[in-house]
């Protein structure tokens, strides 16, 4: 996958196998993608707010799945979602920054990823990679798309008279891309590959756009070059690596909430 301008935007582009066309990309992408439904990792709670204990025994199920072949899903999500090694003050693990609700509002979690996993259908994905979004799917979102961002003062209309409305796929993408985001255990406490800061007023993810095809491994590594949390990203050093552009978004707290900010160009 690659980046290229067009428009004073960017597009990705992918390549594929010779034998892939749209069709069989959005078939065999779908299938993946719904096979998840009802997986261990995301319905074995609503929510990440959850014991250690709780945390730890799920961890060590998903790594036994992988060491024996059946499963290597379970093991990288889990590494997205937190550590069992590092609590809060309530007793409960840490968690990923990427982490906007727990359950207020009826807003859950992991349920909303699991529901995005079962609703989600081959035109939703037709419209997430190929578009235009048209934003006309209800709820679930997961509130990492500055359009979720619903503050009264921001709207002509009372935010909760007013339905949700969302590119479904373009969530279910975003949630299939998590574990390009694992969590690690710092000297003061845990963090998400992409973010800095950690608290409601300072926390920020910056991700990179590139001109040369890369692997999803190479992609991986790219995302977590500890120059990208840099507060002014040194421009020729990421030139010479091939990156065109890096964008930044805040994770604000609004409330009950989490909501991300519209990206800026660094």
């Known amino acids: 996958m690659?980046?290229?301008p067009n428009g004073g935007t960017y597009y990705p582009v992918i390549e594929l196998p010779a034998?892939?066309?749209q069709e069989t990309l959005l078939t065999t992408l779908h299938e993946s993608l719904v096979s998840v439904a009802g997986h261990r990792t995301i319905t074995?709670?609503?929510?990440?707010?959850?014991?250690q204990q709780t945390f730890k025994c799920l961890s060590m199920e998903m790594v036994n799945n992988y060491v024996e072949g059946s499963d290597a899903f379970g093991?990288?999500?889990?590494?997205?979602?937190?550590?069992?090694?590092?609590?809060?003050?309530?007793g409960q693990i840490e968690d990923t920054a990427f982490r906007t609700m727990s359950g207020a509002g009826?807003?859950?979690?992991?349920?909303f990823m699991n529901e995005l996993a079962k609703q989600t259908n081959l035109e939703h994905l037709r419209e997430a990679l190929f578009g235009p979004w048209r934003y006309r799917d209800p709820s679930p979102i997961m509130r990492w798309d500055d359009a979720d961002d619903r503050r009264y003062a921001l709207r002509w209309d009372e935010p909760s008279k007013d339905p949700v409305r969302t590119v479904r796929g373009a969530n279910r993408l975003a949630v299939a891309a998590l574990p390009l985001f694992p969590t690690v255990?710092?000297?003061?406490?845990?963090?998400?590959?992409?973010f800095k800061g950690s608290k409601s007023n300072?926390?920020?993810?910056?991700?990179?756009?590139?001109?040369?095809?890369?692997?999803?491994?190479?992609v991986r590594s790219v995302l977590a070059i500890p120059g990208l949390l840099a507060?002014?990203?040194?421009?020729?050093?990421?030139?010479?690596?091939?990156?065109?552009?890096m964008f930044r978004s805040q994770r604000i707290t609004l409330g009950k909430y989490r909501n991300f900010t519209p990206a800026k160009s660094l």
């Open 185 to 194: 255990p710092i000297k003061d406490g845990l963090a998400t590959t992409s």
């Open 75 to 90: 093991c990288s999500m889990v590494a997205a979602f937190g550590c069992d090694a590092v609590l809060n003050e309530e």
């Open 231 to 245: 507060n002014n990203p040194d421009a020729i050093e990421f030139s010479a690596r091939g990156i065109t552009a």
């Open 202 to 218: 300072d926390t920020f993810i910056t991700w990179p756009l590139w001109s040369g095809w890369l692997t999803l491994d190479v």
């Open 19 to 21: 034998d892939f066309d």
């Open 106 to 111: 009826h807003q859950h979690f992991l349920e």
């Open 2 to 4: 690659k980046w290229i």
């Open 44 to 51: 074995f709670d609503k929510d990440l707010k959850v014991s």
